[in-house]
């Protein structure tokens, strides 16, 4: 602005028309970092610093949070930080508070979706891939083994709504007992995996599991299904590469946590040859960059370059 003031009164009247052309100045599109066409967009991508909120760095979701800075052109310049999903939400939630932009890595199902307004940009170059599915995967042999195991965890499915009330319940209580009232008020499905199935005295068996609150939701049900039965289960959270790498080695005898065919994707091709697929648990999970409803932006094309 300093270089106008030094310029001609003619050329500043012109400037001054061009720009109630151009409809309202840049006062209004600053109140809360709501994005809308042109200067607007390039607003909300400098109110939020041109910073993405991640989660841990070991998250598949992270990488492919990574994979769409480096395939759009209009994202040159930002970052994806680093951190804990706890602190993601903490800074979703005071945004939210206060009405102000921010930009995160979200994926459903997740109790933020159920307790917030809450969007996801659209993603034209596809980098967050479609809809996934949360897959079971056993240790070879386990049938042999652990036949009954193997029967209910073959037969375990439930639906997104399914977690995600297990996982906003367990905001207000420990996620043990939020499993346990799933457990008890949807008797009729759990039937559904254990009918017909003897059960056993005693029998270990092993659960890995990522230490996200999702995975958490269907490893604390899947516990209490397998003790009703008769088990005795050890839920061990773990990296998503050691997920793979401990049921392909024998070290764990199965796990609900495996998000493909994307997210997890680099993993199971890794260790397919050694482990046993038994299909969806879970279909239509989300993964992708989402932001408040409140915010006057609806794709990642919108965002602009760092200058």
């Keep these: 602005m300093i270089k106008l003031k030094l310029i001609s009164i003619t050329l500043i009247l012109s400037f001054a028309l061009l720009l109630t ?4 100045g840049e006062e209004e599109t600053q109140d809360n970092g709501n994005a809308g066409e042109g200067e607007e967009t390039a607003n909300v991508s400098e109110a939020v610093d041109y910073t993405i909120i991640g989660i841990e760095p070991g998250a598949g979701a992270m990488g492919l949070a990574q994979t769409t800075l480096e395939e759009y052109e209009n994202l ?4 994806v930080v680093e951190g804990s999903t706890a602190g993601m939400l903490t800074e979703l939630g005071e945004a939210i508070e206060n ?23 659209e993603d034209p170059k596809g980098t967050f891939g479609e809809k996934e599915n949360i897959n079971t995967i056993t240790r070879k042999g386990l ?4 036949p009954n195991a193997y029967e209910i965890l073959d037969r375990f499915n439930w639906e997104v709504e399914d977690m995600e009330s297990v996982m906003l319940e367990a905001q207000e209580i420990p996620i043990d007992e939020a499993a346990s009232n799933w457990v008890e008020e949807n008797q009729d499905k759990v039937n559904e995996w254990t009918e017909g199935v003897e059960k056993v005295d005693g029998k270990e068996i092993e ?3 990522t230490p996200w609150d999702s995975e958490r939701a269907s490893g604390e049900v899947m ?36 998000w493909l065919p994307i997210t997890h994707g680099p993993f199971y091709e890794e260790y397919k040859e050694d482990i046993v697929d038994l ?29």
């Design 76 to 79: 040159a310049g930002w970052e």
């Design 143 to 146: 049938k042999e083994d652990m």
């Design 279 to 307: 299909g969806p648990n879970l279909q239509g999970t989300i993964i992708g960059l989402t932001v408040p409803a409140y915010m006057d932006i609806d794709s990642i094309e919108d965002l602009q370059p760092k200058e």
């Design 223 to 258: 516990k209490l299904v397998l003790e009703q039965q008769g088990f005795e289960v050890t839920l061990t959270p773990v990296d998503p590469a050691i997920v793979f790498q401990a049921i392909a080695n024998n070290d764990a005898d199965a796990s609900l946590a495996p």
């Design 21 to 24: 052309a151009c409809g309202n």
């Design 207 to 209: 659960l890995v599991l």
């Design 99 to 121: 009405e102000e932009p921010i930009i995160v890595v979200g994926w459903n199902p997740h109790f933020m979706f159920a307790a917030h307004d809450l969007k996801y940009l």
